[in-house]
Every structure is written in structure tokens, then in C-alpha cells.
């Protein structure tokens, strides 16, 4: 049984950075494809950023481009989200989750198991 546990979230000023870290359990994370969503008050669920199962390929929504990398490594069965630049907009309950077919794209429906989630607030 796959589980995600979520980490690094926090209250930041804009401007700030923070990295969030998502650790799975399970013998097989270096097939998975991993994303991180998130959700405001209100809002539906967004994707914010995806990774292949080799890190070969990442997305991300255009809305983070250029200040969210996302990142993984393998030997720690973690991934991690680096934020930088942070907005007000960002303030979320932000998901790790997992796609057991290795994709890590774009779409909700293609990850199956999902974290608790970890808030992340940016103050201006």
C-alpha cells in the first residue's frame, strides 16, 4: 500500500521560499509519477507541478513557471516542490500525489493516491 506524507508547508512573507517534501512509502517510488497539487478556499483542486517517473520530464502550470521546480530523488523515495518568489495567490492546502503509471502529468485524474496535504500561506 502506497502512502504520502507531506512536509515543509508554513506561514511565509511574500517574496519568501519555502520546500515542501512528500515521502512514500513502498518499494516501487522509482516508477511512480508524482505531482503536487493544490487548494484554496473555494476553489477546485489545481495542478501546480509533475514529475516522470525518471525525472525526465516535469510540468508545470503556468501560473508557477519559473518559480516552482519540482524535484525527486529516488534513493529517499521523496520528492520535493522548491518555491520561490511566493504570492499571496499561493496560499493553498498543497497535495503530494501519486500516478502508479508513471506519467506525472497535468491531470487530476491520472494520479491514484493522494496525501494528507500541508497548508502553505504567503503573507504581502
Known amino acids: 500500500q502506497v502512502r504520502l506524507v507531506e512536509s515543509g508547508g508554513g506561514l511565509v512573507q511574500a517574496g519568501g521560499s519555502l520546500r515542501l517534501s512528500c515521502a512514500t512509502s513502498g518499494r516501487t517510488f522509482s516508477s511512480y509519477g508524482m505531482g503536487w497539487f493544490r487548494q484554496a478556499p473555494g476553489k477546485e483542486r489545481e495542478f501546480v507541478a509533475g514529475?516522470?517517473?525518471?525525472?525526465?520530464?516535469?510540468y508545470y502550470a503556468d501560473s508557477v513557471k519559473g518559480r516552482f521546480t519540482i524535484s525527486r530523488d529516488n534513493a529517499k523515495n521523496t520528492v520535493y516542490l522548491q518555491m520561490n518568489s511566493l504570492k499571496p495567490e499561493d496560499t493553498a492546502v498543497y497535495y503530494c500525489a501519486a500516478d502508479l503509471l508513471g506519467r506525472g502529468r497535468y491531470y487530476l485524474a491520472e494520479y491514484d493516491v493522494w496525501g494528507q496535504g500541508t497548508q502553505v500561506t504567503v503573507s504581502s
Open positions: 514529475i516522470s517517473w525518471s525525472g525526465a520530464s516535469t
